[in-house]
């Protein structure tokens, strides 16, 4: 359809193609990231930040959370402010074209309320809440946001039962002992990677469902048949850095749409 201008007397009304301004936003996370490396000043190192809404009376299920931290991370990534022209493109392009980094956090109580006037998303999957914000340099980051802890807290691994068959899967490899934290930013890498190797179409019925999608740990068996499936094309994997916790290469997430 296109963008088009109506005139009738002295209105205007602009009509917007949202699936045609969505496609490129899609297009955009497919083509991967990285590419460009770091910069020279360390200040202007690109990270998302995100928050795990930890409560300390009642905590969230782990599985739970880290599918509420998938969600927001590639929610902001294909939210209409993170396209051509919108306020977050242009932070959020800087990140992508770098060397991607993401930085999870734990808040609770009044923490978590000023945190969420941060620009950014908020994902709650079943009680639990997290946060991705638009990302940016770590010299910049929000005061609400940088004095939250990083490290410290842990939840236990929960035993949620069988994945809804509609979702997508976000398998952690339970071999490599993450932390929560760690494991927030890892299922964050790979719900941008599923959409970004979704059709668009398919990504686009995603967001109808709010990136809803299910995280649970693979014991060794179940890793090599994802491993395989990954091998055969018809999964995604992130493989770490190995700036934290694991070694560089080693495989921590498999996307199964």
């Known amino acids: 359809m296109g963008s088009a201008e109506l005139s ?20 955009e996370l497919a083509q991967g990231y990285g590419g460009t490396g770091d910069p020279d000043d360390p200040a202007m190192v690109q990270a998302m930040q995100m928050v795990l809404h930890i409560p300390k009376a009642e905590p969230p299920a782990r599985s739970a959370l880290l ?3 998938a969600a927001a991370a590639v929610a902001v990534c294909l939210d209409p402010r993170s396209g051509p022209g919108g306020e977050w493109g242009a932070r959020y392009l800087a990140w992508k074209r770098s ?34 914000f638009v990302p940016g340099p770590v010299g910049a ?13 842990d939840l236990e691994h929960d035993e949620p039962g069988p994945p809804d068959p509609d979702l997508p899967v976000l398998w952690v490899n339970s071999a490599l002992r993450m932390s929560v934290g760690k494991a927030a930013a890892q299922v964050g890498h790979a719900s941008m990677l599923l959409a970004g ?8 019925a995603w967001v109808e469902r709010e990136f809803r999608c299910a995280v649970r740990d693979a ?7 994802l491993v395989a499936r990954v091998s055969a094309g018809r999964a995604v994997a992130v493989r770490d850095a190995g700036f934290t916790e694991v070694a560089p290469g080693s495989m921590t997430v498999i996307a199964v749409p």
């Open 8 to 27: 009738g007397g002295d209105t205007e009304v602009e009509v917007r193609d949202e699936a045609a301004e969505f496609a490129v936003r899609h297009a």
């Open 67 to 69: 599918a509420a931290a």
């Open 99 to 132: 060397r991607i980094r993401k930085v999870a956090r734990r808040a609770r109580g009044a923490q978590w309320l000023a945190a969420n006037d941060v620009d950014g998303v908020t994902v709650d999957i079943d009680g639990a809440q997290a946060r991705a």
């Open 141 to 153: 980051i929000d005061p609400r946001i940088r004095k939250l802890q990083i490290g410290g807290t």
């Open 197 to 204: 190797a979704m059709p668009v179409e398919a990504a686009a």
């Open 219 to 225: 014991d060794p068996r179940q890793w090599s048949e």
